[in-house]
């Protein structure tokens, strides 16, 4: 493994400074995302003292260095998991083969689209995210917002030197285009629907950061077991990262919910009165925000994944768990519509793998759930937040263009239209989580519809001055 190089301008731990053509193309390139990220990234903020954690190494112990650091002074860099000697293809067609350290030309288009779309995931969140420094509810969460969005910046990189080093000009190009779309345009959307929905208020970061992040966990560690190798080194890094953007929302809404329960248990009860937000808004921006996530798998019978298996590109989550990597004449038990109905059904396998890895990614959000649910009963409350159905609210896939409530019953178009403002938040919701959103930026003190955190960013006490003023 390249040591790590942080005293460039571009820190990695790929010998940049060994390839002069692609250090050039990188250096190039710099000055262009600072201009992306000084235009769309956090509003009013770049010239604070934010205490953050840099990506210094690959190091399990000591990969990250905190201080004080102005969000346009962060060092980016490239960082890729060691190479591991004698890897091979842990599933697909190629299955015990060498891993490939260069892109091999048949599927050189195939894993061009999968690196931009990861790509593209990234700047967009930090977009959606950007005016959210003017309501924080505590300079804890200010915080953590901005160490996710520098982060979310860090992975962008880590796809473009992806794009630089192995895909020539067509990746100089998509590089290029990763700092041209917008979050929510109209003419240069960024490519995935829940990463155009606007993040407008804290309560829709918190679901976001859960919810969303963590098909971003599952999406990462997909690509993890790639037989190309550069990719997988990178993703598996990026992991590291990701665990605390879930870390962050699983907590969030958790404190809301304490927050909620407290409030419930004064005289009268009326969450919302005491500046609150109630459970049964929490479900539906649950319901939304999962819903959003779900449509990111992609179709449930799919032969782009099909593809992406066969050419060992794409795994499974925790390929290893498994005993057979191959899935031929496997197949998945999964619902699937047929002629207006649902019928249970026997799919082939590695046409399944997008509904293969969604169910992973329902299971993940299930237990982050019933944490929820224990800090509902543990404050002695009779109340549950539920998943809603797989088939709930779907705008991708097999589901897209039904209608389902949220246990999973067809509904005709009169009906959804009647009561999708039980489920989903209705505009009165968004107004009145809305109109909570007032900054809270004295140290240690915390917004009116959330609790305070259990504990402090790196061992440090909850009222540290996480933002300077
Ligand atoms: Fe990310
Ligand atoms: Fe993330």
């Not at 179709?299 to 925790?318: L, Q, T």
């Not at 609210?393 to 239209?417: E, V, Y």
């Amino acid at each position: 493994m390249a040591n790590v190089i942080t005293d460039e301008k571009i820190p990695n731990n790929v010998n940049l400074s060994g390839d002069k053509r692609l250090q050039r193309a990188l250096e190039a390139w710099q000055p262009a995302f600072i201009d992306w990220w000084k235009q769309m990234g956090p509003v009013g903020w770049q010239e604070r003292d934010i205490y953050l954690r840099t990506a210094v190494s690959v190091e399990t112990d000591g990969w990250a260095h905190f201080d004080y650091v102005k969000m346009p002074d962060y060092r980016w860099g490239i960082f890729l998991e060691p190479k591991q000697e004698g890897r091979v293809h842990g599933f697909g067609d190629f299955h015990g083969q060498p891993v490939w350290d260069e892109v091999p030309g048949e599927f050189r288009n195939l894993l061009r689209r999968l690196v931009v779309t990861q790509g593209d995931t990234e700047p967009a969140s930090v977009e959606q995210q950007r005016a959210l420094g003017a309501t924080a509810p505590s300079l804890y969460d200010l915080r953590n917002l901005f160490q996710v969005n520098v982060e979310e910046g860090r992975h962008l990189w880590a796809m473009v030197y992806l794009l630089q080093t192995y895909f020539g000009r067509d990746g100089r190009e998509e590089a290029e285009e990763l700092l041209q779309r917008r979050s929510g345009d109209s003419d240069k959307p960024r490519i995935l629907g829940a990463f155009n929905e606007p993040t407008s208020h804290w309560l829709s970061f918190f679901m976001f950061t859960m919810f969303t992040d963590r098909d971003g966990k599952y999406q990462l560690a997909a690509l993890a077991e790639s037989g190309f190798d550069p990719l997988a080194r990178t993703c598996r890094f990026m992991l590291t990262e990701e665990a605390h953007h879930m870390f962050v929302g699983e907590s969030g809404v958790q404190r809301i919910v304490r927050r909620a329960c407290e409030l419930m248990k004064q005289p009268g009860g009326d969450v919302r009165a005491q500046g609150g937000i109630d459970l049964p808004t929490l479900q539906k921006y649950a319901n939304l925000w999962y819903s959003l996530s779900l449509d990111l798998f992609g179709g449930e019978v799919s032969s782009n994944a099909a593809d992406a298996f066969a050419a060992g590109i794409k795994g499974r989550y925790k390929e290893d768990r498994y005993d057979e990597h191959k899935l031929i004449g496997s197949h998945f038990s999964m619902d699937v519509l047929e002629e207006g109905n649902v019928v249970h059904k026997d799919v082939p396998m590695r046409n399944a793998l997008n509904e293969v890895l969604r169910t992973e990614y329902i299971k993940d959000c299930q237990r982050g759930v019933d944490r929820w649910n224990k800090t509902i009963k543990d404050e002695g409350i009779s109340w549950e937040i539920k998943l809603p159905s797989n088939k709930f609210h779907r705008q991708i896939g097999m589901w897209a263009g039904h209608h389902f409530s949220p246990d999973g019953a067809m509904l005709d178009a009169a009906t959804w239209a009647a009561r999708k403002g039980e489920w989903l938040p209705n505009v009165a919701d968004e107004a009145f989580v809305k109109s909570l959103m007032h900054p809270v930026y004295e140290r240690g003190k915390m917004a009116s519809w959330i609790a305070p955190p259990n504990k402090g960013i790196n061992a440090l006490p909850g009222d540290f001055e996480y933002v300077r003023l």
